[in-house]
């Protein structure tokens, strides 16, 4: 940690490509007489004289070489992103440029940045807590305007706001427990636990709306895992290249052409789908094609989303009847394909289950997709997110530290049940407060600090 709050960090915080623009970041206790040290402006003007959050037109030099003509932007800790001195220097984005001024920097006394160390330093100083940091992960991985959106609303900090009420009610009523237990003459605990069994009952439910979330929160975040079945031929592989607006997937009118899985990602409507073309399904003594059919099978047990192409202008068969017993229970779309031939299978027809949207397309002529992309949204999403007031879980760290909290919490209600004595209490009421702590960073250790952060970009 030492060597964390004593250096001075710099990184290129831009894309390393040639660019109008490149960005070089540094931060920490020396970076206004580092900058000093590399900067000539007109004026001869020393930057560690001058105020917070101003820019400065100038040049950087490496002894009488001139390297860039730059804009210098100073932000005063600790109202700047990290909490310390950070000098932003906005140079030409050539690659060649951003890494000699890096490395001009790092000769004049600062220390190449670690993946993650400016948004590390924002977390440690206080700027941040631990999910608004990773919400800053998930906003530069975001692929569509969901992600986005519930990245920025966690960045606001609705997770911080919520772990906060909860942990705030625990550690009210265990210091009142521990309290009435240390001075009994004065505090009574008799019928406390009926007091408490309320608390406890409304905290976990606002929990349970949160874990409920994480399937929602994981789609969002890493997209919707799709796959496409249906029997050889009913037009799969033509549906994922109409989705994909270009051809990735071979079609021919031979059967059994596809014999593994072909995996893309596209957005739909905002939507992520992360979706996958599959062997036909059909009974076959072909070696190859049978393992195509057998993976079909096991990525579709896997799927949240199955869409199941049929052949419309052929009859029903064994085939069909055997994937409509594979989607049961399952969240599916059905796609009557081929709607431009004459239809041999109908939108009522029974064997179709009820349970299931139906929807007419023509792959070939890129017919019925608009209506298939509107049942997506619905399906998931009912209508718009409404992203003010939703917070949805996205992390699998603060999933489990959830899960632990609530655990915790529905052994205090069994410990009121057996009317346990109250600093029984008090002992799992603190592993739930300490579990919550997990998720905004005010209970974790520093080694799991370090591997969240290692994650990130560099220059970030």
Not at 398 to 407: I, P, S, V
Request: glycine share 8%; with cysteine.
């Amino acid at each position: 940690m030492e060597q964390l709050y004593n250096s001075t960090i710099a990184a290129i915080s831009t894309a390393m490509s040639n660019s109008g623009i490149g960005i070089v970041r540094m931060s920490g206790p020396e970076a206004f007489q580092i900058a000093d040290r590399v900067y000539k402006g007109k004026k001869e003007k020393k930057l560690c004289e001058q105020q917070s959050h101003t820019i400065h037109y100038g040049y950087m030099v490496d002894g009488d070489q001139v390297i860039d003509e730059v804009l210098v932007m100073l932000m005063r800790g600790p109202h700047s992103y990290t909490g310390e001195d950070t000098v932003e220097i906005n140079c030409h984005g050539g690659v060649y440029v951003v890494k000699r001024i890096l490395e001009l920097l790092i000769k004049n006394g600062a220390r190449p940045a670690e993946p993650g160390e400016y948004t590390k330093r924002a977390f440690l100083n206080g700027r941040l807590d631990l999910s608004q940091a990773e919400a800053v992960g998930d906003l530069i991985a975001s692929q569509n305007e969901y992600a986005l959106q519930s990245s920025v609303s966690q960045l606001k900090g609705n997770i911080k706001d919520k772990i906060g009420e909860m942990r705030e009610k625990i550690l009210y009523h265990t210091a009142f427990i521990e309290t009435a237990l240390d001075d009994p003459e004065h505090i009574s605990v008799d019928g406390y636990g009926e007091t408490l069994k309320k608390v406890v009952d409304e905290i976990i439910e606002a929990m349970k709306r949160l874990l409920d979330s994480c399937d929602d929160g994981r789609i969002i975040k890493e997209g919707v895992r799709t796959v496409i079945l249906g029997k050889p031929n009913a037009g799969k592989s033509s549906l994922l290249n109409v989705l994909l607006g270009e051809d990735r997937a071979i079609v021919t009118d031979i059967a059994g052409t596809t014999r593994d899985v072909l995996e893309e990602h596209l957005n739909l409507k905002g939507i992520s789908l992360n979706i996958m073309d599959t062997a036909g399904i059909r009974d076959t003594e072909d070696v190859v094609e049978k393992i195509g059919v057998d993976r079909a099978k096991e990525y579709a047990d896997k799927a949240d989303l199955i869409l199941y192409v049929i052949d419309a202008s052929r009859p029903l068969d064994e085939n069909d009847a055997e994937i409509l017993h594979l989607i049961k229970g399952k969240r599916a779309i059905i796609l009557l394909n081929k709607s431009d031939l004459d239809m041999q299978v109908k939108k009522d027809q029974e064997e179709l289950p009820e349970e299931f949207p139906v929807i007419e397309i023509s792959a070939k002529n890129v017919e019925g997709i608009g209506e298939l992309e509107d049942t997506l949204k619905e399906m998931f999403f009912q209508g718009e997110l409404t992203f003010n007031d939703e917070i949805y879980i996205t992390n699998v760290r603060q999933k489990t530290a959830l899960q632990d909290a609530y655990a915790a919490l529905e052994r205090v209600n069994d410990s009121i049940a057996a009317d346990m004595p109250e600093d029984f209490y008090s002992i799992d009421l603190m592993d739930a407060y300490e579990a919550l702590g997990n998720i905004t960073g005010e209970t974790i250790g520093e080694d799991l600090v370090n591997e969240i952060f290692s994650k990130f970009c560099m220059g970030k």
